[in-house]
């Protein structure tokens, strides 16, 4: 009788073991090297959709057309921590950087942007910056952007 329990018991177990997978969310498809890098250097911090976490990280959706639309905003996004220090050569950057404006922004990106160089990144990456909500906060407002620091 216990071991027909067991068997039972096992059975159940392995159906739904069998069954998680319909219950898992669906992979994420990588559509580009860009995608893969930001997903292993960047979305540890900015997570997924790019939100970041309130207080602590601050969301990219908002602000990066804004600051890819200035020379002071562009040269402050190669030069916050994460970026300035990451591993990624300067093309990797440019392409995660171009590929994150482009899928994480929740405001349209004017047809005049102009994408992130490997040459403009080497120009501005070092040394990193050290005053970073000081200094974005000065460049949203400069930009007279309503986005909440």
Same mark, same amino acid.
């Given at each position: 009788?216990?071991?027909?329990?067991? /068997? $039972?018991?096992?059975?159940?177990?392995?159906?739904? &073991?069998?069954? %998680?997978?319909?219950?898992?969310?669906?992979?994420?498809?990588?559509? =580009?090297? @860009?995608?893969a890098?930001y %997903?292993?250097? &960047? %979305?540890? &911090?900015?997570?997924?959709?790019? =939100?970041? @976490?309130?207080?602590?990280?601050? =969301?990219? #959706?908002? *602000?990066? !057309?804004?600051? *890819?639309? =200035?020379? +002071?905003?562009? #040269?402050?996004?190669l030069? !916050?921590?994460? +970026?300035?220090?990451?591993?990624?050569?300067?093309?990797?950057? +440019?392409?995660?950087?171009?590929?994150m $404006?482009?899928?994480l922004?929740?405001?349209?990106?004017?047809?005049?942007?102009?994408?992130f160089? +490997? @040459?403009?990144?080497?120009? /501005?990456?070092?040394?990193p910056?050290?005053? !970073?909500?000081?200094? #974005?906060?000065?460049?949203?407002?400069?930009?007279?952007?309503?986005?909440?620091?």
């Open positions: 009788m216990k071991r027909g329990a067991a /068997y $039972v018991a096992g059975f159940g177990v392995a159906c739904v &073991c069998m069954a %998680m997978p319909l219950w898992a969310e669906p992979p994420v498809v990588l559509t =580009s090297a @860009a995608q890098n %997903m292993l250097n &960047c %979305m540890g &911090c900015h997570l997924p959709d790019g =939100s970041g @976490a309130p207080g602590k990280v601050p =969301s990219v #959706r908002d *602000s990066l !057309v804004t600051l *890819s639309s =200035s020379a +002071a905003g562009r #040269r402050f996004l030069q !916050v921590p994460g +970026a300035s220090q990451s591993p990624l050569t300067d093309l990797e950057l +440019a392409q995660v950087l171009n590929w $404006v482009r899928n922004s929740a405001r349209a990106v004017p047809a005049d942007f102009m994408d160089t +490997a @040459a403009e990144v080497a120009s /501005y990456r070092r040394p910056l050290v005053t !970073v909500r000081e200094t #974005r906060a000065r460049l949203l407002e400069a930009a007279a952007d309503p986005v909440t620091r």
